[in-house]
T-cell receptor, first 116, second 111 residues
């Protein structure tokens, strides 16, 4: 079974703190993704990575950065946390695939981050 | 116009009812259509996947895609309390590894 794990289920931080969210997958997937999920807004893509050290901005990258030094690990960084970054953060991974195929995204359990 | 529109509900039905969940999308380049199910305090998991137009059936679940009207549906027959979850439609196009999600519909099946 594909397993995507996230470092914390619940996290409480203060405004201005630097926050690291870690995600690890064990299926040798090329693609990894960070989403945030908010009531009424659904899932929104923050960043994704299709290879080690490669990254692309998603729909809402402002206030976030990412790091992918190893294939299995993808980190989301909040340089200076703000209250509007309080949310559920979901990591996902998938095979690279080709244009003729779709590859399922497997999600982790999520990290509920509260910024006070 | 948002790329994928989904009525957020909530939807509450009695056990055994037929449930219909729907999404519309605007980008005709989308070719892959998915339904994810998300239980409370869990990550989404893939329930059904369809390529292009047509129907796909898996047990009590049927996914339908009508590309001419840009309409995606999920039907659940003989609904069970264990089906209570948020259902998210998602689409993908040329860059098939990027998904566009609907906002999700919260479904409650009452015993």
């Amino acid at each position: 079974d594909v397993k995507v794990t996230q470092s914390s289920r619940y996290l409480v931080k203060r405004t201005g703190e630097k926050v690291f969210l870690e995600c690890v997958q064990d299926m040798d997937h090329e693609n990894m993704f960070w989403y945030r999920q908010d009531p009424g807004l659904g899932l929104r893509l923050i960043y994704f990575s299709y290879d080690v050290k490669m990254k692309e901005k998603g729909d809402i990258p402002e206030g976030y950065s990412v790091s992918r030094e190893k294939k299995e690990r993808f980190s989301l960084i909040l340089e200076s946390a703000s209250t509007n970054q309080t949310s559920m953060y979901l990591c996902a991974s998938s095979l690279l695939g080709g244009r003729a195929t779709y590859n399922e995204q497997f999600f982790g359990p999520g990290t509920r981050l509260t910024v006070l | 116009q948002k790329e994928v529109e989904q009525d957020p509900g909530p939807l509450s039905v009695p056990e055994g009812a037929i449930v219909s969940l729907n999404c519309t999308y605007s980008n005709s380049a989308f070719q892959y259509f998915m339904w994810y199910r998300q239980y409370s305090r869990k990550g989404p998991e893939l329930l059904m996947y369809t390529y292009s137009s047509g129907n796909k059936e898996d047990g009590r679940f049927t996914a339908q895609v009508d590309k001419s009207s840009k309409y995606i549906s999920l039907f659940i027959r003989d609904s069970q309390p264990s089906d209570s979850a948020t259902y998210l439609c998602a689409t993908a196009g040329g860059s098939n590894y990027k998904l566009t999600f609907g906002k999700g519909t919260l479904l409650t099946v009452n015993p």
